[in-house]
């Protein structure tokens, strides 16, 4: 299950909407809560949610404290990562919130599965969720699959600013019990891709050296491994760097 | 005095009630007073039977509190008409949208959205075959097609309704039509004044979003509200697999037969998904050939012409070819407009021309994602609490239209600023270090390090192998700058236009 790779993402901490750095995307977040709660949300009915943005500006963090929130308000939840689907159909619990991550991954079976899930959700009062790379215009699936998806409220999930990043860097250290002091992350921000994940997976690399060789977080460490990962991190997959 | 109070009525229905629901339900009905007796009287009239039941079902009590608070003591809701027409105004509502805007709890007390029929209460039979172990489907409203003999007299109008599958909200009073839809839609209306005696089977036919599920839903809609007692279905073709499977699975294809043939009118969406089913096609074979030796009205939608349906037997495509094959096409931009406009109205927010007009010429190929814009208008507008205006509906469409996912490269944003500043690409890599070439670099390196993903070291490398901390000086020398050069500001604005698309 895909659900445990995310979790381990995070090192170890589910994000929340409490711990997650808003930036611009305060309508989205709103959005997503209200779809949770079945609340009013002005003159339009409750629709389904797409929301699109380059790797890394946070899209299944937002997906996985939205089932978070979910579960808290005891509304029946399902998280989908695409790549990893191996059902045959999505699940037809009523009431259900589907969280379908990275659609553009979708193969023929889970598009096939996603046209029926938007078809039966009025009956169903099901609410579907989906994220992908691009706005649904461009998404390469299936015509009568694309357009359903482009009915939905569409978001483009904006991606943090520098500030925002060093202050998801202290924080991801912090739940990881590790104390990063500014100049350290300023330090990682500056040269490693300025991608969370590829952050992370820089940070988890240097606490584990840190550990191993009894030695504080320090710019000189940071630069010793950078130095080892080969100095272009930026080519490598995500979280390759975390691997042992 | 009981005109007013059926006027002030109707404004608080307004008020609390989904715009859809209010156009739908209550400005249907008139009002007049009645002669006679002690006290205030009032008849409150429905057009049809139809909309009587469903007033009485559902507003009824709420409709004689609000009369009773006004003055009107008593009450009675009849079938009938007023000549001089007592209408209540159209719900179209910015004032309360926007009212709502800041009291996002004024209608959380309504009960279901617009757009879902209440369940009604499962039937002793039917929580029985939930019990049974079924894996793939344990939804309790995913419950087998309740046979025709469950049909009680005592049966709700809401009961009956929820039976035919159908969305209220898809008549022919939403549908816009124009020349795209206009031969479909005659046709359609015909099937739904005469079912079974007009066009057997109607086959409708068109491209993915043009609205056919919405034109067959509107015939069942219509249909009902004549006679609710017609059994009419709505089924997708992917649902009538899963009853073909799963009657194969519980081998109850006895019952399975004898619900299809009970149906008046058999309203079936996307008949491509029967492809390459062999049981499926031979099962709806047997259907369409019981129900419309007896008479019984057969609605088909379709993505292609029947000819061009791929894996489909011949005798069943033979038979589609019975009715009338009539084809929808894409709406042209005055069509669209229209749609646009109209879908506003049934959400209670007015739009400009200029902002229906912006929505219907960006999104051109089908009626869904034009929705999908609107809604994100309204929803963006609702969040802001602002109105709808030109200026607004851009920035909310954002998001949709503009195609600044791809990922933007080093080169392409040192073209881009090397032309605009007209300059030569070859500058952002070479060493010379004169205004006029520092200049439009570190905008270049400010723009790459704010548009795409790269570490400063990758992105020194792209400038001619210079260090990350170029970069990093290039970056705030231009933050500062545009504080203080307004006509550099003004340029870093323009390419971050031109790059974003």
Redesign the interface.
């Known amino acids: 299950m895909s659900t445990q790779l995310v979790l381990d993402f995070f090192g170890g901490t589910v994000p929340t909407f409490e711990r997650t750095v808003i930036g611009r995307n305060e309508e989205l977040v709103a959005r997503l809560q209200t779809l949770v709660l079945e609340r009013d949300s002005g003159p339009l009915p409750p629709s389904h949610l797409y929301l699109w943005g380059a790797s890394g500006c946070g899209r299944t963090h937002l997906l996985i404290a939205t089932a978070e929130f979910a579960q808290r308000n005891a509304r029946p939840v399902h998280y989908v990562a695409a790549e990893h689907f191996l059902g045959e159909a999505l699940p037809e619990t009523p009431r259900a919130i589907l969280l379908i991550d990275d659609v553009q991954h979708a193969d023929s079976v889970l598009q096939h599965a996603l046209f029926n899930a938007y078809n039966r959700a009025r009956e169903l009062e099901q609410r579907l969720v989906v994220t992908g790379d691009t706005p649904p215009r461009n998404l390469g699936l299936r015509e009568d699959l694309r357009t359903r998806i482009g009915q939905s409220l569409v978001f483009h999930v904006e991606p943090l600013d520098d500030a925002q990043r060093l202050g998801f860097l202290q924080q991801w250290a912090q739940a990881r019990g590790m104390q990063l002091e500014r100049d350290v992350a300023t330090y990682v921000l500056h040269r490693i891709e300025r991608d969370p994940r590829r952050l992370a997976a820089f940070v988890a690399a240097l606490d584990r050296r840190s550990l191993e060789r009894q030695r504080p977080v320090t710019v000189a460490l940071a630069r010793e491994v950078l130095a080892e990962l080969g100095g272009q991190p930026q080519g490598d997959e995500p979280g390759t760097m975390a691997k042992e | 005095m009981s005109h007013e109070a059926w006027t002030a009525c109707c404004e608080r229905l307004r008020a609390s009630l ?3 629901q209010y156009n739908t339900w209550i400005r249907a009905l008139s009002a007049e007073p009645e002669e006679g007796g002690a006290g205030v009287r009032l008849r409150v009239l429905a057009p049809n039977r139809f909309i009587l039941q469903w007033v009485r079902e559902r507003y009824w009590s709420k409709i004689a509190e609000h009369l009773a608070e006004l003055g009107i003591a008593q009450a009675e809701l009849q079938l009938g008409a007023t000549a001089k027409g007592g209408t209540p105004p159209r719900s179209n509502r910015p004032a309360s ?1 926007q009212a ?2 800041s009291a ?5 007390s ?1 009960a279901a ?4 029929v209440p369940p009604a209460a499962a039937t002793t039979q039917e929580r029985a075959a939930e019990a049974k172990p079924r894996p ?7 419950r087998p097609p309740p046979l025709a003999e469950d049909v009680a007299p005592s049966s709700t109008l809401e009961a009956l309704y929820e039976r035919t ?1 159908l ?1 209220p909200a898809a008549t022919f009073d939403t549908l816009v039509t124009g020349r795209a839809n206009d031969l479909a839609r005659a046709a359609a209306m015909q099937v739904a004044h005469n079912p079974g005696a007009s066009y057997n089977p109607l086959f409708v036919y068109g ?3 043009l609205g056919k599920t919405h034109l067959i839903h509107a015939i069942g809609n219509a249909i009902f509200r004549t006679d609710p007692r017609v059994v009419i279905r709505y089924v ?1 073709a ?2 009538y697999y899963a009853d073909v499977v799963r009657a194969y699975q519980q081998k109850s294809f006895d019952a399975f037969k004898r619900y299809y043939r009970s149906l008046d009118v058999l309203l079936i969406d ?1 008949i491509q998904f029967f492809q390459n089913k062999a049981r499926t096609q031979e099962e709806f074979f047997h259907a369409f050939n019981a129900l419309t030796e007896a008479h019984k009205q057969i609605v088909i939608t379709c ?1 292609t012409y029947p000819k061009d349906i791929q894996g489909l037997e011949d005798r069943l495509i033979s038979r589609f070819d019975w009715g009338l094959t009539v084809q929808i096409e894409p709406p042209e931009l005055e069509m669209r407009v229209a749609i646009v406009q109209k879908k506003a109205q049934l ?3 007015q739009v400009g021309d200029d902002v229906a007009f912006l929505i219907a010429k960006n999104l051109r190929s ?1 009626v ?2 034009l ?2 814009a609107l ?2 208008v ?3 507008a ?3 609490s602002q109105p709808i205006t030109l200026e607004l509906a851009k920035e909310a469409l ?6 600044y ?3 933007l490269t080093v080169e392409h944003i040192q073209k881009t600023v090397a032309d605009y500043y007209k300059t030569k690409v070859a500058d952002m890599h070479s060493k010379k270090r004169t205004r006029a070439v520092a200049r439009p670099r570190q905008v270049a390196m400010w723009l790459a390090k704010e548009l795409t ?6 992105i020194g490398e792209a400038f001619g192998g210079r260090d ?1 901390t170029t970069v ?1 000086h290039a970056y705030r020398t231009i933050n500062e700058l545009r504080l203080t050069d307004p006509q550099l500001n003004h340029d870093v604005h323009v390419l971050l236009q031109v790059l974003r698309g």
């Not at chain 2, 959205?113 to 879902?116: E, G, I, L």
């Not at chain 2, 793939?136 to 995913?142: E, I, L």
């Not at chain 2, 993903?453 to 990758?458: K, Y």
């Open positions: 989904p715009a859809q949208a709502r805007a996002p709890d004024v209608e959380s309504e959205p617009a757009d879902s793939a489907r344990s939804a309790p409203k995913r599958r969305n491209g993915v979003g997708h992917e649902d996307d993505d959400l209670g927010v089908n869904r994602e929705e999908g809604n994100k309204v929803a963006f609702n969040f802001h954002k998001d949709i239209l503009h195609a996912n791809r990922q993903p790269l570490s400063l070291p990758a990350h990093l």
